[in-house]
């Protein structure tokens, strides 16, 4: 335990760190877009070079917002909440990118699950990033699903994300949730890595089974006390 404390506290440290350099880059950057933009309006002169500018300043731009995020997860705010309600929310939210895909996202939610003592926002944060990967996965057309079950002796948590995708290779399964690992273009590689400090956070564990070429599943357990 005492090295569990070290480690909270080291990650601590790196999301404060996170957030102020976060906050740091934010400004400048706010600025040195408004100034390019300012010359595009004047000349048509170097134009290519400075859509490249903006591309490359969104994108960090993109980097700096997961970094808040990390940040964020954090400052715990732990109360007794409805899972069945954030996944809902969650699935609401990601629809419309489900569907620009034709994607469906199928539920299955056990009733009578019991409010759990936990950070609902921060769980939140994690469905959103495995939806999103799994939709990200699939192809047009598939689906994607998610349930949620009580453990046999009620107390634990199952929540499950599949798709039947892209799926990893076991090269690729062994850095998943390390920083800025991705194997997308538009990829930040920090999705993983928040959603597992985020459990660690609930004394959660993250399981994954993925075939290349087949599909992944992960399961979130935590537990409900
Ligand atoms: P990002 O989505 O920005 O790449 P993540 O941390 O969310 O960052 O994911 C890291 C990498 O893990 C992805 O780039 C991808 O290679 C792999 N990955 C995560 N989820 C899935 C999935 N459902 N199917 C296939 N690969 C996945
Ligand atoms: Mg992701």
Do not use: W
Not at 112 to 121: A, E
Not at 189 to 216: A, E, F, P, Q
Request: hydrophobic share 40%; charged share 25%.
């Amino acid at each position: 335990t005492e090295q569990k404390l070290l480690k909270a506290e080291a990650l601590n440290v790196v999301g404060e760190l996170a957030a102020g350099v976060a906050h740091e880059i934010r400004n400048p950057l706010t600025s040195l877009k408004g100034f390019v933009q300012l010359i595009q309006n004047q000349t048509d002169e170097f134009d290519q070079y400075l859509t490249i500018i903006l591309t490359e300043v969104d994108r960090i731009e993109h980097i700096i917002k997961e970094f808040l995020v990390l940040s964020k997860s954090n400052s715990q705010n732990f109360m007794m909440s409805s899972v069945t309600d954030i996944i809902n929310d969650t699935v609401d939210l990601l629809n419309t990118q489900a569907i620009m895909k034709n994607i469906e996202i199928k539920k299955d939610l056990e009733d009578q699950i019991p409010l759990v003592f936990c950070d609902p926002m921060q769980l939140k944060q994690v469905f959103i990033n495995f939806l999103k990967n799994a939709i990200e996965a699939s192809a047009v057309g598939d689906c994607v699903e998610i349930n949620m079950k009580l453990s046999r002796n009620k107390d634990f948590l199952h929540v499950q994300i599949r798709d039947y995708g892209c799926g990893m290779d076991e090269t690729v399964m062994k850095k998943i949730g390390k920083p800025f690992f991705t194997t997308k273009d538009e990829g930040t590689g920090l999705g993983l890595m928040v959603s597992t400090n985020i459990i660690k956070h609930h004394n959660g564990r993250l399981d994954v089974k993925s075939k290349k070429g087949k599909g992944t599943m992960f399961t979130i357990t935590i537990p409900i006390h």
